[in-house]
């Protein structure tokens, strides 16, 4: 596994009412899989 240097950390505004997201999709994918591979919780 390995992680891209030209990936989209920050998600994009999505020009809707309330808050948005602070991290992209491909963001939360990889931290998950990086919790899977090591069995470690996200804090």
Do not use: Y
């Amino acid at each position: 596994m390995w992680l891209d240097e030209g990936m989209q950390w920050l998600a994009m505004p999505s020009g809707k009412r309330g808050r948005s997201a602070t991290f992209s999709d491909a963001a939360i994918q990889f931290c998950l899989s990086i919790k899977c591979l090591f069995g470690q919780p996200l804090r």
